[in-house]
């Protein structure tokens, strides 16, 4: 099974600042399938990115990944205020299906 | 547009069985894989179950194998896990998600329902 870890737990910012995500796996992820998703309070988990770097559907440009084999990073260019929030990356290279542990971005 | 709506959570003591479903729309249900995937309160997400989209295969996390069973009626654009012998670590949120063809990351979330295992 493919661990992920996800760092730091907890990222403090402000609005307007840039935020940097990792997700670290225990070994390497088949081809990249690797995704990220953000998660707020009550809601279901919405995809961000996709095969590492790959934005979904509607997501705006200011989110991206990158990264390969075990190491991969979420970046988000200027944090809106809807930005804060809980992200969580997803490796689907290997079964099991796992989840990182989660970053919390909050309002510094 | 895709809508995945969960029923069937519930307070249930341990030991006893429940059956959640996931009734979707706005797509061709019967040529996508679907999977559960389910978040302890305060916790991360965990990949629970998946099914093919014909129901030909199977497959499931080490923490549910042999009490959970994930089923789909493709006439009913249903999908359904059926869970036995529950545990108070088996409380969660189950969300039933979609995932595009050939890939097994989600595209599509259902809002998710909550199973509470206590007594």
């Known amino acids: 099974e493919i661990v992920l870890t996800q760092s730091p737990g907890t990222l403090s910012l402000s609005p307007g600042e840039r935020a940097t995500l990792s997700c670290r796996a225990s070994q390497s992820v088949s081809r990249n399938y690797l995704a990220w998703y953000q998660q707020k309070p009550g809601q279901a988990p919405r995809l961000l990115i996709y095969?590492?770097?790959s934005r979904a559907t509607g997501i705006p440009d200011r989110f991206s990944g990158s990264g390969s084999g075990t190491d991969f990073t979420l970046t988000i260019s200027r944090l809106e205020p809807e930005d804060f929030a809980v992200y969580y990356c997803q490796q689907y290279g290997s079964s099991p299906l796992t989840f990182g542990g989660g970053t919390k971005v909050e309002i510094k | 547009q895709v809508q995945l709506v969960e029923s069937g959570g519930g307070v249930v003591q341990p030991g006893r069985s429940l059956r959640l479903s996931c009734a979707a729309s706005?797509?061709?249900?019967?040529?996508?894989?679907m999977h559960w995937v389910r978040q302890a309160p305060g916790k991360g997400l965990e990949w629970v179950a998946r099914?093919?989209?014909?129901?030909?295969?199977?497959e499931y996390a080490d923490s549910v194998k042999g009490r959970f069973t994930i089923s789909r009626d493709n006439s009913k654009n249903t999908l359904y896990l059926q869970m036995n012998s529950l545990r108070a670590e088996d409380t969660a949120v189950y969300y039933c998600?979609?995932?595009?063809?050939?890939?097994?990351?989600?595209?599509?979330w259902g809002q998710g329902t909550l199973v509470t295992v206590s007594s």
């Open positions: 998600a979609k995932h595009p063809s050939a890939y097994d990351y989600f595209d599509y």
């Open positions: 706005g797509f061709t249900f019967s040529s996508y894989g």
């Open positions: 099914i093919w989209y014909d129901g030909s295969h199977e």
């Open positions: 095969g590492a770097s």
